[in-house]
């Protein structure tokens, strides 16, 4: 299991479009792909579960993947998030 705090920089947050984005990317892993916002615990492969979380630019998560690709995974997500999630 691997896990990375990454900060949201997009400036409308995790809405659809941005939560579209990290879900497709999400999916092209086998691993448990999860994270963590305040108290809650969202699946980062699910877009309701992404945009349940309801978080906006500039919060921090911790992505935490598990499986046989999780470093794979974490590199991605957090590469995706960091370059601004299409936005």
Not at 26 to 40: E, G, H, P, W
Not at 46 to 66: H, M, N, P, R, W
């Amino acid at each position: 299991m691997v896990s990375q705090k990454v900060v949201i920089k997009n400036p409308t947050g995790l809405h659809l479009r941005p939560a579209g984005i990290l879900c497709k990317e999400a999916m092209q892993f086998k691993s448990l792909i999860t994270f963590q916002f305040r108290d809650n615990t969202a699946n980062a492969k699910s877009v309701l579960s992404v945009l349940g979380a309801c978080v906006k630019s500039g919060d921090e998560i911790e992505f935490t993947c598990e499986g046989e690709d999780e470093q794979e995974a974490l590199k991605a997500l957090v590469h995706a998030v960091e370059s601004g999630l299409g936005e």
